[in-house]
């Protein structure tokens, strides 16, 4: 994100936890470094934007109680962490009592972000959001989309998470009809050439299955690949909020349970299952091998 923001002219400060990292930044770019959060503040001119690009919970928590007293008022702090959405909103609340200014910035786009730009989704006061438009309109795809202005405090995160809850279940959706297609082995099904077909005129075709036909075609078979897909907290808030708000959210929640069971979430269980078929019906167990 910093190369692509001093690609487009904006002035940046950047702090790492590794200066090494920023170092290297500031030689490539022209950027300025600093060593430390304070050295930040300071070398910025009021009043300031601190863009945090750092793991959600309580590493974010932190930078935010560290960075809040150097601030004055009228600075403004953006969260680019997939944050909670309810902890954005206390934030927003609490530094607004400071006299910050506070926005949540939901990012997509990965590591493809420098060459396509990001999508924004931030959440906020509008005069917050208007002081942030010049380096948005840099970070984001083109300078008229690609981003938004999605509503108080917590909407921008709001957003993105059910944004990373359409993810999951678009991926789970990929994953299961391919797997199925490489099931039927006696009709020898090439993945990599109906995946790049389906990519042309197709109403399946994304930038996900983009990225399938493009490791399809490197290798079909995937035996390097442990079957094995974590979960970020994000699958779980989107689940969590459709139960609080009684709103059937069936594929999103399935999805994220599925990586549950990819993870031997499911293993302890399918053994009670094993033994109560035998204590019924007499069927034999398969040894653990």
């Known amino acids: 994100m910093a190369r692509r923001l001093r690609r487009g002219g904006i002035t940046v400060v950047a702090y790492n936890r590794d200066f090494a990292v920023t170092r290297a930044l500031a030689d490539e770019t022209a950027l300025t470094p600093a060593e430390s959060p304070e050295q930040l503040v300071r070398s910025l001119a009021p009043p300031r934007a601190v863009w945090l690009m750092l793991p959600a919970g309580s590493v974010t ?36 009592q400071r006299g910050l200014k ?3 910035a939901g990012v997509s786009g990965g590591v493809w972000g420098l060459a396509n730009g990001y999508a924004l989704m931030l959440g906020g006061a509008a005069d917050a959001v208007k002081r942030l438009e010049p380096a948005v309109r840099v970070l984001a795809p083109a300078a008229d989309r690609g981003w938004l202005h999605c509503g108080p405090s917590g909407a921008g995160h709001f957003v993105k998470m059910v944004h990373n809850g359409i993810e999951y279940g678009m991926m789970q959706a990929y994953a299961e009809g391919l797997g199925l ?26 930038w996900l299955l983009d990225l399938t036909a493009e490791f399809l075609a490197r290798d079909a078979e995937l035996g390097d ?8 907290g994000e699958g779980r808030w989107t ?8 709103v059937p959210a ?40």
């Open 250 to 289: 069936p594929v999103m929640s399935l999805a994220l349970m599925m990586r549950f069971a990819s993870q031997g979430k499911t293993d302890y269980a399918a053994r009670l299952l094993a033994l109560m078929r035998k204590g019924f019906g007499g069927h034999a167990i398969k040894p653990k091998t």
């Open 61 to 96: 928590e932190e930078h935010i109680t560290r960075l809040a007293p150097l601030l004055a008022r009228d600075d403004l702090i953006v969260d680019g962490a997939n944050s909670y959405y309810k902890d954005s909103m206390r934030r927003g609340a609490s530094l607004a």
């Open 181 to 206: 297609l490489k099931a039927r082995e006696d009709f020898n099904l090439d993945l990599a050439a109906i995946t790049e077909m389906w990519r042309h005129g197709s109403v399946v075709r994304s």
């Open 102 to 104: 506070f926005v949540d």
């Open 225 to 232: 690949v442990e079957p094995y897909v974590a979960d970020s």
């Open 239 to 246: 689940a969590i909020e459709a139960i609080e708000q009684g």
